[in-house]
């Protein structure tokens, strides 16, 4: 057992040092950096890449404030970047916003997820304070699912972060002020047409919608 402690202590201790070089590189200005961090990240986020407990530690990061080492607004200030700038009408430039604007996406969808699953998240957001899900996080996903036509695979992601944090009474309070649920609808419908996982969650959400409000 003791053993196990220190190997299981090592691991924290690996995955933290992980987390505090993706924090410096998401810093720094350069698109294709922060591209690799988030690639990084998506990856400890990922049980299956590394371990349940580590991917969980890296999951409660992303999110959480409480944590040691909090990651979700540099993460948020990537995201809107790639969402508003033009990048000099470079083409690579376009290419490398989309990529990073996915990883984001991906990021937040790994870690609310996993601990959506180990039935840790409800909790987590209430103590952490609901606000910063409900008006920055919330609004930047249904921006995202409006462009569901020509980024499904975003709108997805998007719409797997919504569901989960329909565990926060103030999120469907929010989705129903902010034409929330016209935006889920309107993704479903692209997703029948073009995207089999997107009709599936979006199809979920607004089951658990219905069954909330």
Same mark, same amino acid.
């Given at each position: 057992?003791?053993?196990?402690?220190?190997l299981? /202590?090592?691991d924290?201790s690996v995955?933290?040092?992980?987390l505090?070089?993706?924090?410096d590189?998401?810093?720094l200005?350069q698109?294709?950096?922060?591209? &690799? @961090?988030?690639e990084?990240l =998506?990856?400890? %986020?990922?049980?299956?890449?590394?371990?349940?407990k580590?991917a969980?530690?890296a999951?409660k990061?992303?999110?959480l $404030?409480?944590e040691?080492?909090? &990651?979700?607004?540099? +993460?948020?200030?990537?995201?809107?970047? =790639? *969402?508003?700038?033009?990048?000099?009408?470079s083409?690579r #430039? /376009?290419?490398?916003?989309?990529? @990073? $604007?996915?990883?984001?996406l991906?990021?937040?969808?790994?870690?609310?997820t &996993?601990l959506?699953?180990? #039935?840790s998240?409800?909790?987590?957001?209430?103590?952490?304070?609901?606000?910063?899900?409900?008006d920055?996080?919330l609004?930047?996903?249904?921006?995202?699912?409006?462009?569901?036509?020509?980024?499904?695979?975003?709108?997805?992601?998007?719409?797997?972060?919504?569901?989960?944090?329909?565990? @926060?009474?103030?999120?469907?309070? *929010?989705?129903? $002020?902010?034409?929330g649920?016209? %935006?889920?609808?309107?993704?479903?419908?692209?997703?029948?047409q +073009?995207?089999?996982?997107l009709?599936?969650?979006? #199809?979920?959400?607004?089951?658990?919608? /219905?069954?909330?409000?």
């Amino acid at each position: 057992k003791c053993l196990q402690a220190v190997l299981q /202590e090592t691991d924290d201790s690996v995955v933290l040092s992980a987390l505090e070089k993706v924090v410096d590189m998401l810093n720094l200005s350069q698109r294709d950096t922060q591209i &690799l @961090a988030l690639e990084n990240l =998506c990856s400890l %986020t990922d049980p299956i890449k590394t371990t349940p407990k580590g991917a969980t530690l890296a999951a409660k990061s992303v999110v959480l $404030r409480s944590e040691k080492i909090c &990651l979700r607004d540099e +993460i948020v200030v990537v995201f809107t970047q =790639c *969402t508003e700038q033009e990048d000099e009408e470079s083409e690579r #430039g /376009e290419k490398l916003h989309d990529k @990073a $604007r996915h990883l984001c996406l991906r990021a937040f969808s790994n870690s609310l997820t &996993l601990l959506a699953q180990a #039935g840790s998240l409800k909790e987590s957001v209430a103590n952490d304070g609901e606000a910063w899900f409900v008006d920055r996080l919330l609004p930047q996903l249904l921006d995202e699912m409006k462009d569901a036509a020509t980024a499904p695979n975003n709108a997805y992601l998007a719409a797997c972060c919504v569901t989960c944090l329909l565990c @926060a009474r103030t999120a469907v309070d *929010t989705m129903d $002020r902010m034409e929330g649920i016209k %935006t889920m609808r309107d993704a479903h419908h692209v997703g029948c047409q +073009i995207h089999e996982l997107l009709e599936k969650e979006t #199809g979920r959400c607004l089951d658990k919608l /219905e069954s909330l409000l």
